[in-house]
């Protein structure tokens, strides 16, 4: 079995054991908002905003994008199961930052395995075979985090989908520090109507 494999079944087993009455938590969120947030390992919803389970969704990806599917969970998380404020919260020393859809489609032409960055760019280790699908992916890259909240913020806003009287908080997380910054442009566009 992998270290890992094993690390995180161990770590479930003691988790089990101090599970208490969580198992009789309701489906619905208790505290009924929503945070769409980036994939990023150094990002910990439940400790930067205080959440204890069954209390929020978090919706996560690369980037913490309003993709088609980030706005497919937030629907539901509304339509079905009472949320009623979300929040949209990218980051500081995103990754999202690091590449664009040119470079990631380019690498991935390349080789499907893991790349490497350093001071001129990114690197492939060149072993084949590689695959064209990437171009056709849009990679949803990040260049200025205010915008990409703003921007996403405001596709969830403007969505046909989405009702009018959601507020929508977008906000960056610092890495540094852990604090959340709010983006006052992101914040704005996201008023409830
Ligand atoms: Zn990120």
Redesign the pocket.
Known sequence: MSKILTEVLGANAQYVASFGEKGKLPLPPARQFAILT???AR?DPAKYAGLAEGDAHVIRN???RASDDAIRSLVISYKLLGTREWFVI??TD???ELFTNEVMSNLLTSSLKTASIDASGWHDSGEGPGCTEGKYINWLTIKNQEESVTEDVLRIRNHPLVPKDIPIYGYIYDVKSGRLIEVAAASKAGKAG
């Open positions: 980036c994939m990023d990002l690369a980037g913490g990218h980051h995103c990754g999202m």
